[in-house]
């Protein structure tokens, strides 16, 4: 199973939206609504932003927001702040013997 | 609230075992799975392989199939991760994590270095 693609970098200035995509196949991101996004800050261990697509864990900042549509899946980091420079990655759900599969992970520069 | 302590960082000589443990507090410990993950050194996260707290069935990543085992104990509220015949390239930081469509709560991450 391969891991789910993300684009390497994306960057953005403070106050500024930016938007990460996590693209796979109708067995995993298309064909089920179980997709999770983590940020990872340097030596720290990832933190769940978004999960079921959609959804926000209670004390994630309403700046975050989760989407799919067809086989992608996307994160929304609006008004961005410094604090938001990350290593973020999507984890989905496959049919295939793998059950789960990460993505490429992206990390975001703020300018 | 939710804690999941792992223990402390491993050396191991190439050939090797390493087992990892993960306390869980804060919640009913069967209500929850746990999955495995690591993350080699500025590389992105592996998803090892999942347990049910409830009644210890397992789902390993192909890659480890044969060299992993996942294991939990409710009477300590612990959930271990061995991994079998070390190389070189097992160099990461391995975490656990609760739940297994998600993961709302992670370990704090094991370091595990794999030398000779």
């Known amino acids: 199973q391969s891991a789910l693609t993300q684009p390497a970098s994306v960057s953005g200035s403070p106050g500024q939206s930016i938007t990460i995509s996590c693209t796979g196949t109708?067995?995993?991101?298309?064909?089920?609504?179980?997709v999770s996004w983590y940020q990872q800050h340097p030596g720290k261990a990832p933190k769940l932003m978004i999960y079921?697509?959609?959804n926000r864990p209670s004390g994630v900042s309403n700046r975050f927001s989760g989407s799919k549509s067809g086989n992608t899946a996307s994160l929304t980091i609006s008004g961005l702040q410094a604090e938001d420079e990350a290593d973020y990655y999507c984890y989905s759900y496959t049919s295939s013997t793998t059950l789960v599969v990460f993505g490429t992970g992206t990390k975001v520069t703020v300018l | 609230q939710v804690q999941l302590v792992q223990s402390g960082p491993e050396v191991k000589k190439p050939g090797a075992s390493v087992k990892v443990s993960c306390k869980a507090s804060?919640?009913?410990?069967?209500?929850?799975?746990f999955s495995w993950v690591r993350q080699a050194p500025g590389q992105g996260l592996q998803w090892m392989g999942w347990i049910s707290s409830y009644n210890n069935n397992t789902k390993y990543a192909e890659k480890f199939q044969g060299r992993v085992t996942m294991t939990t104990d409710t009477s300590t509220s612990t959930a271990y991760m061995e991994l079998r015949s070390l190389r070189s390239d097992d160099t990461a930081v391995y975490y656990c994590?609760?739940?297994?469509?998600?993961?709302?709560?992670w370990g704090q991450g094991t370091l595990v270095t794999v030398s000779s």
């Open positions: 994590g609760r739940g297994k469509w998600y993961i709302d709560n």
């Open positions: 079921d697509v959609i």
């Open positions: 109708s067995s995993d991101v298309g064909g089920y609504n179980y």
């Open positions: 804060g919640y009913t410990f069967t209500s929850y799975g």
